[in-house]
């Protein structure tokens, strides 16, 4: 169940609330502004069998082979091998963070595929290690790489933000920026 927010509280002492398809629906429309996509798994492997978190450069000249330049990367306190990639604070940032969140979707690696690896198994993909291929594949040198997973980040994402993160960004409803431009 969720709450309508656009409707005045009956009696002034609740929110209306919502079916729960309509609190699903108004999940994804709450994101985080400036907008901001959280990667998980940015690990990468060492020749010793072990792993190492991408470092903030390593992830910005990822995202640039990708195509997005101009982002802030940083990692997730207390979230180990995950990373916040923060857009510009305007419409056309927010296009290119949709634009990123989609490319991970189209490939099996948004929101919903996290989300069902961690609900089904309980831990994330890190403490499994390196041998599954959903979570790491090998590229055309023989290099061990892990694979990316990525969404646009929503407001229950508040979470897993660290305090200055959480004090520098704002929600805004998606609903209510034009995106047709």
């Known amino acids: ?40 798994n940015t690990y990468k492997s060492r020749n010793d069998g072990q792993k190492d978190a991408m470092s903030n450069n390593e992830m910005e000249s990822k995202l ?32 290119e963070a949709v634009r990123l969140a989609d490319l991970f979707e189209a490939e099996g690696h948004g929101r919903l595929q996290w989300d069902q690896w961690v609900q089904t198994r309980g831990i994330p993909p890190s403490y499994v290690g390196g041998g599954n291929p959903m979570f790491v594949k090998v590229d055309e040198k023989g ?8 969404y646009l980040g929503t407001a229950s994402d508040l979470d897993v933000l660290d305090t200055e993160s959480k004090q520098n960004v704002v929600i805004k409803s998606r609903k209510e920026l034009d995106l047709s431009d």
């Open 1 to 40: 169940m969720g709450w309508n927010y656009s409707v005045d509280p009956v009696h002034k002492k609740a929110y209306q609330t919502l079916s729960n398809a309509d609190a699903e629906a108004n999940r994804g429309d709450l994101i985080l502004w400036p907008p901001t996509i959280i990667v998980e």
């Open 64 to 95: 640039r082979e990708m195509g997005f330049g101009g982002v802030t990367v940083k990692p997730l306190v207390g979230k180990d091998g995950a990373m916040s990639v923060r857009f510009a604070s305007s419409l056309a940032g927010l296009k």
């Open 143 to 150: 290099q061990q790489t892990w694979v990316l997973y990525g």
